[in-house]
């Protein structure tokens, strides 16, 4: 978390967090709350991606699953 706020930018919409193997799923909601913008991850935003290709409306984390395309 603490390195994740140190990159935040106040002029950033958003905050992205690369690294496949980066376990950033569990404190995406905490970060979003605590910057006030969405908080997007390699893993978080594949499985999302996944999800919309196969036209399969599903939850996950942060503010990225509150948007559907389908």
Known sequence: ??????ADDPRAEALFLS??????VPVI???EKML???VLSSN???FWSML????ISGNGPGEL???RRW
Do not use: N
Not at 52 to 55: E, S, V
């Open 52 to 55: 919309d290709m196969a036209g």
């Open 29 to 31: 909601e905490r970060l």
């Open 44 to 46: 978080q935003v594949s």
């Open 1 to 6: 978390i603490e390195a994740a706020l140190a």
């Open 19 to 24: 690294c496949t193997a980066l376990p950033a």
């Open 65 to 67: 699953f509150k948007v």
């Open 36 to 38: 006030g913008k969405p």
